[in-house]
């Protein structure tokens, strides 16, 4: 019923850009904040982006200025540009509905693989 989708992945050249998208469906996407993880091979999963829904964003250090996240409830879909990629980039990208309060449900879409070659 909970449905979040990520697509735009794929094999760039480092220095490179790659723009992620995020289809939520079977949520009230609107009021809920948005985060966008990563996860390398052998490495635990990481918070590389959120936004509120207000709009404020919060970002790795690793990524501050160079990704961009951002939102358009309209059409329920959050996204992550991602500009000067570096191999250190390589991950599969997971698209996250963070809880809301304590008792809230998280949700995680399935990922996509993003590969930044040297």
């Known amino acids: 019923q909970v449905q979040l989708v990520e697509s735009g992945g794929g094999l760039v050249q480092a220095g490179g850009s790659l723009r992620l998208s995020c289809a939520a469906s079977?949520?009230?996407?609107?009021?809920?904040?948005m985060g966008w993880y990563r996860q390398a091979p052998g490495k635990q999963r990481e918070l590389v982006a959120a936004?509120?829904?207000?709009?404020?964003?919060d970002y790795a250090d690793s990524v501050k200025g160079r990704f961009t996240i951002s939102r358009d409830n309209a059409k329920n879909t959050v996204y992550l540009q991602m500009n000067s990629l570096k191999p250190e980039d390589t991950a599969v990208y997971y698209c996250?509905?963070?809880?809301?309060?304590?008792?809230?449900?998280?949700?995680w879409g399935k990922g996509t693989l993003v590969t930044v070659s040297s």
């Open positions: 079977g949520i009230k996407f609107s009021v809920n904040a």
């Open positions: 996250k509905k963070e809880r809301s309060g304590v008792l809230g449900m998280e949700y």
């Open positions: 936004i509120t829904t207000g709009g404020f964003t």
